[in-house]
Every structure is written in structure tokens, then in C-alpha cells.
């Protein structure tokens, strides 16, 4: 059973448009959440995480959306860039405890200059 | 500070041998966690290392292990290899608080023959 998912495996958008990645979760009790990406050959990095008590995460370019009603975060990137092609995958955790995070999938997204 | 290392970076084996796998945590880092990544299955988690101790285990056979050294170095073991344990196995490293964020090592590519 997957408690997290990203329902779209890849996703293209122009040079200097927005990109929204989505996540969806089925576990009520995860309230923290991140977003990674990962380039070929490497390992996956940081980008941005959002805790439940809030919804709305800035960083630079990044900003992540939380709706608890709905188990669904997105995570925006605007405006794209070519070097932000990559895999991105979204990651959650209970916050009570020290459990492992459960990641998605992931969704490729090409950025087309 | 130097970043997560693992070696070696790529392994072939066969099946039946047993391979381990070593991973450097960044310096400070008492939580040592490690997945494993298959095309189209995302990040699937191993086990977590705290203090040299297991403290969380996902969902997989016995075959894999491992252990955590007093300087926070973990080495992860499968014995008995099989074709399905081709992957890239990843390491991540975090301080082991409940929303520290985790860092990842570039990963060793294992191939099983």
C-alpha cells in the first residue's frame, strides 16, 4: 500500500513558466513533509520541507502547499529553469517519534528552454 | 563540512555472493539511514542507525543487514544475492531529531548478474 504518491511520472514545462509538482498521502498521522530532487548519478538534495501546522513553505523559487483536508501538497517552481530538470520526490513523516520518512515515486520534470 | 560518502560506487555481482556496502555520514551525524532505489519505485527504506543502534526497519528479507560503528560509519550487507536486488542503494545521514532533514549520499550502484 502506497502512503505517498505522486501520480504524475513526468512532467515538461517551459523556460520561465511555472511547474507544479503533486503529491498526494493516505496516512492522516504524517505531518512532516519534504521535497527532494535528484539528478542521474547523484544522490537526492534537499529543497524544501513544510510542517502540518502550517501551509504555505517559501524558498527562493520554491514554495510548498499543504492541504491536510485533502492529504495533498504541490510544490511550485517559478520561475523554471533548465538546471531545475530533474526527479523530484516528495517525502512525508510522523512527526511523533522517530519513524522513517516514506518517499514517492517521483515525477521527472523537464524544463524546455 | 564534507558531505555523505559512500563506496564503492559501483558494484557488480552474482548471484549467490554477498556484497556490503559502506557509507561516511556527515561529521556530527549520529542517524544513518539507508534505502534502496529501483526504476519506478522511488526511495524504499532499509533501516535507520542511531548510536549504533537499529532503530526503525522497513520492509525487507532478512538478507539485508546492518551495523554502526562508534564514529557513525554504517555498512549495509546482503547475503545471497539475487537479481532483484540490482538497485541503488543509498545512504543518508541527519542528526537523528525528529525534523532534521536528511542528506544524501551519491549512492552505489550494485548489478547483480
Known amino acids: 500500500d502506497q502512503q505517498v504518491k505522486q501520480n504524475s511520472p513526468s512532467l515538461s514545462v517551459q523556460e520561465g513558466r511555472i511547474s507544479i509538482l503533486n503529491c498526494d498521502y493516505t496516512?492522516?498521522?504524517?505531518?512532516?513533509f519534504l521535497w527532494y530532487k535528484k539528478y542521474p548519478a547523484e544522490g537526492p538534495t534537499f529543497l524544501i520541507s513544510i510542517s502540518s501546522i502550517k501551509d504555505k513553505n517559501e524558498d527562493g523559487r520554491f514554495t510548498v502547499f499543504l492541504n491536510k483536508s485533502a492529504k495533498h501538497l504541490s510544490l511550485h517552481i517559478v520561475p523554471s529553469q533548465p538546471g531545475d530538470s530533474a526527479v523530484y520526490f516528495c517525502?512525508?513523516?510522523?512527526?511523533?517519534?522517530?519513524?522513517?520518512?516514506?518517499f514517492g515515486k517521483g515525477t521527472r520534470l523537464s524544463v524546455i528552454a | 563540512k564534507a558531505g555523505v560518502t559512500q563506496t564503492p560506487r559501483y558494484l557488480i555481482k552474482t548471484r549467490g555472493q554477498q556484497v556490503t556496502l559502506s557509507c561516511s555520514p556527515i561529521?556530527?551525524?549520529?542517524?544513518v539511514s539507508w534505502y534502496q532505489q529501483t526504476p519506478g519505485q522511488g526511495l524504499q527504506f532499509l533501516f535507520e542507525?542511531?548510536?549504533?543502534?537499529?532503530?526503525n526497519k522497513g520492509n525487507f528479507p532478512g538478507r539485508f543487514s546492518g551495523r554502526q560503528f562508534s564514529n557513525s560509519r554504517s555498512e549495509m550487507n546482503v547475503s545471497t544475492l539475487e537479481l532483484g536486488d540490482s538497485a541503488l542503494y543509498l545512504c543518508?545521514?541527519?542528526?537523528?531529531?525528529?525534523?532534521?532533514?536528511?542528506?544524501f549520499g551519491p549512492g552505489t550502484r550494485l548489478t547483480v548478474l
Open positions: 517525502a512525508a513523516r510522523r512527526g511523533s517519534g522517530n519513524t522513517p520518512l516514506v
Open positions: 543518508a545521514s541527519s542528526s537523528g531529531t525528529i525534523t532534521d532533514t536528511q542528506y
Open positions: 542507525y542511531f548510536s549504533e543502534t537499529q532503530r
Open positions: 561529521s556530527g551525524h549520529r542517524s
Open positions: 496516512n492522516s498521522m504524517f505531518d512532516y
